[in-house]
């Protein structure tokens, strides 16, 4: 077959499929509407599908599934004179047929589709006639009903029957409530009352049966036709079939139940807020977080954070309600009453027209347990064992991120204070370990004790501790921080075996710029060594050649 087959193609195209036996023709418009098929295809009336009463298109056979498929098939006989797919029907779903389209204008002034079972041999024992799984009907959107004062049907039209299927004859005569969803009898007739008191034209949305039993959504308007006689005033009922729209509004009021009822059940706190910051949606558990009976605003929230919380929050806030940004932080919450302390993890998203209300979606988690376990893990990754000091990595990140700060502010400097025990060694062996475990204890609370505020002391191993001091304001002054650490750790030590004698070779030295963290701590060592040289119990600042005592 050629890319676009001449119309002798085609023709012989369509002789070949007219001529099978189950094959059921239709003809078309080039807007796709079912016409009726011109006598000069030759077609067998009892293979042809007829052309209904009401303007449709083929899609109105086919089930939804299918429709862009055909739809496709359509476009590439516009492109190329024909197309071709497989389909189902709406009138024998579990079969499939081949749907051909052919451009035939030039001979027979239409565009013909032939439908062709794709396993013909499987119809002969269940379909006598195969125009019987192709039929093309659409229900009336419109249709008029006119009722008397009662509400009984006087007449109606034709579409009536096609809309809802019930004949004149079987609709004349009764009380239109006869045909009503029995939910929807109470306000029909409520509505019918308030009609004939206004005597002017009423809207209302009632559940129509159909003659097959289904229901089908119908929006009516009834006006009230005056007369001269009141006796004979009437009611014409203009009726339009609203089905689809209700099962689309069904449909959504569904979801939207199952979203609630998600939002009730999920182990979170729900906040929806509007962009001005009110509470659009809370669920139940995110007022049992908070310990409120119910959230009725942010300030319910704000209210069970301490100071700091409430201005992350805030700020969080702004930058997902004004920048459209999503945001994850930890809070510390302080419920209401008990004072009890815990931590939530609070996620944000932001919101838009395409969610219906434009504002944040807040999601809160009760994380105070995997908090608090997390910052015990990190303390045993951080923390000595022994003496409760940083541990060398945590000591070394330490300095690390002081030496940045010192490389930013440009003034403030940076000094290491290296601290070695003398004669440790012999405390171990006369009082043994216990003993020299004590020393150590003490010697990080005596260190401790010289802190100043930022500053970081840790056991760099055995009986070596450093300590980090930012924010120093010259040389002299790491050196005088380092005869304090002599003096302190000077005092005798008095330990269950008695007192013990502990004394320090010290050495400092501060960073010059650019200076790289294991590079001051060498040069902190080597100064801590020299001390040990100059007669142990010193102070060497790092660059100077005198011990100070």
Known sequence: MTESPEPEDRAAVLAELTRRPRSVLTALAPDGVVLPVP?????????????????????????PADRLAVAEAWERTARRGMGMTTVHTVEDPDQQLTLTFLDVRDDHGVLVGVFDPVDPGALDHEVERPAEVVTVSRRPRTATV????????????????????????????????????????????????????????????????????????????????????????????????????????????????????????????????????GVVFANARLAGLLGVPEVTGLADLEGALPEPSRAV?????????????????????????????????????????EEGTPGALLCLADVTESSRMRGELTERATRDALTGCHNRAATLAALATALEGTAVEGTALTAVVFVDLDDFKPVNDRY?????????????????????????????????????????????????????????????????????????????????????????????????YAAKRAGRGGVVLAGTADATR
């Open 146 to 277: 006119r009722k008397n004062l009662t509400a009984v049907a006087t007449g109606c039209d034709a579409r009536t029957t096609g809309m809802l299927g019930w004949t004149e004859d079987e609709l004349v005569g009764r009380r239109t409530t006869e045909f009503l969803h029995p939910d929807d009898v109470d306000r029909a007739v409520a509505g019918w009352m308030e009609l004939l008191a206004s005597r002017d034209t009423q809207r209302i949305r009632l559940r129509h049966r159909r003659s097959d039993g289904s229901w089908a959504w119908l929006e009516l308007e009834n006006r009230y036709v005056a007369a001269d006689d009141s006796a004979d005033a009437s009611v014409l009922t203009e009726m339009t079939d609203i089905s689809d729209e209700m099962a689309a509004q069904e449909a959504l009021h569904r979801s939207e139940r199952l979203l609630r009822r998600l939002a009730e059940s999920v182990p979170l706190g729900v906040l929806q807020l509007t962009t001005a910051g």
């Open 39 to 63: 006598d000069s295809l030759g077609v067998p009336a009892e293979r042809v599908l007829a052309a209904p009463a009401e303007r449709a298109t083929l899609l109105d056979a086919i089930v």
């Open 313 to 353: 929050l805030a700020a969080a806030l702004r930058s997902t309600l004004e920048d459209r940004e999503a945001g994850e932080l930890e809070l510390a919450l302080r419920l209401p009453g008990s004072g009890a302390d815990r931590v939530v993890a609070v996620t944000l998203a932001p919101l838009s027209d």
């Open 432 to 528: 043994g370990h216990a003993a020299g475990d004590a020393v150590l204890r003490l010697t990080a609370e005596r260190l401790a004790g010289v802190l100043r505020r930022g500053d970081v002391v840790g056991r760099m191993g055995g009986d070596e501790f450093l300590l980090v001091a930012p924010g120093l304001e010259s040389a002299a002054a790491a050196a005088a921080l380092g005869r304090r650490v002599r003096e302190e750790l000077a005092r005798p030590a008095v330990l269950a075996h008695g007192p013990v004698s502990v004394r320090a070779s010290i050495g400092v030295a501060v960073a010059e710029r650019g200076t790289a963290p294991e590079a001051l701590v060498h040069r902190a060592d080597e100064a801590m």
